[in-house]
């Protein structure tokens, strides 16, 4: 996987958006940006993914800079069922699927 | 679709009992995962399967057996149960890169 980084902890106001960075600077072409969330004690949930387009779909945009070597998960209005561990990762082309989680962002959203 | 399920959520055993945790999957996925999580820390592979009789090491096997005779199902077995195996384990399936991951079960081991 390409070496991903993520700030341990960032806060955000309910109602506003929540920006949140993933420096990928090893990126390779073909390799993928998921992003995915773990709400405490559950199993962690897909959010979106993206190559080099920017990307939207119900729950959240993904912006990847036109040089890939970072993105941003962006939750328009965050909400405090948001708060959660945000993990941006970057695996391989493979034919297993394999992740490899890091220790992702944890978002607090406070009222 | 009920999607991954696991069973059971929790359970405790002693030092050196057994146990099989039990995962299924009902979207007809060929690939399957169980991850460790620790606790404050991010998910470990400990062993994948990219369809039914072929599986895999991951990142922290020992400790651990799996088997996958049918697409839907995916045992994880503990033989020998350690107090370093307290921890929640998550089962995942996935037909590409997008994994969708169970409720996980939360065992310790006294």
């Known amino acids: 996987d390409a070496k991903t980084t993520q700030p341990t902890s960032m806060d955000c106001a309910e109602g506003r958006a929540a920006n949140l960075p993933c420096n990928h600077s090893?990126?390779?072409?073909?390799?993928?940006v998921y992003w995915y969330r773990q709400i405490h004690s559950q199993g962690p949930q897909y959010i979106i993914h993206g190559l080099k387009n920017n990307e939207t779909n119900e729950m959240a945009s993904l912006i990847i800079t036109e040089d890939r070597k970072s993105s941003t998960l962006i939750l328009p209005h965050a909400t405090l069922r948001d708060t959660a561990v945000y993990y941006c990762?970057?695996?391989?082309?493979?034919?297993?699927?394999?992740?490899?989680f890091g220790q992702g962002t944890t978002l607090q959203v406070k009222p | 679709n009920a999607g991954v399920t696991q069973t059971p959520k929790f359970r405790i055993l002693k030092i050196g009992q057994s146990m099989t945790l039990q995962c299924t999957q009902d979207m007809n996925h060929n690939y399957m995962y169980w991850y460790r999580q620790d606790p404050g820390m991010g998910l470990k592979l400990i062993y994948y399967s990219v369809g039914a009789g072929i599986t895999d090491k991951g990142e922290v096997p020992n400790g651990y057996n799996v088997s996958r005779s049918t697409t839907e199902d995916f045992p994880l077995r503990l033989e020998l149960a350690a107090p370093s195996q307290t921890s929640v384990y998550f089962c995942?399936?996935?037909?590409?890169?997008?994994?969708?991951f169970g409720p996980g079960t939360r065992l310790t081991v006294l």
């Open positions: 990762i970057a695996p391989p082309p493979s034919n297993t699927g394999k992740l490899i």
């Open positions: 995942a399936s996935s037909w590409g890169d997008t994994q969708y």
């Open positions: 090893t990126i390779s072409g073909n390799e993928y």
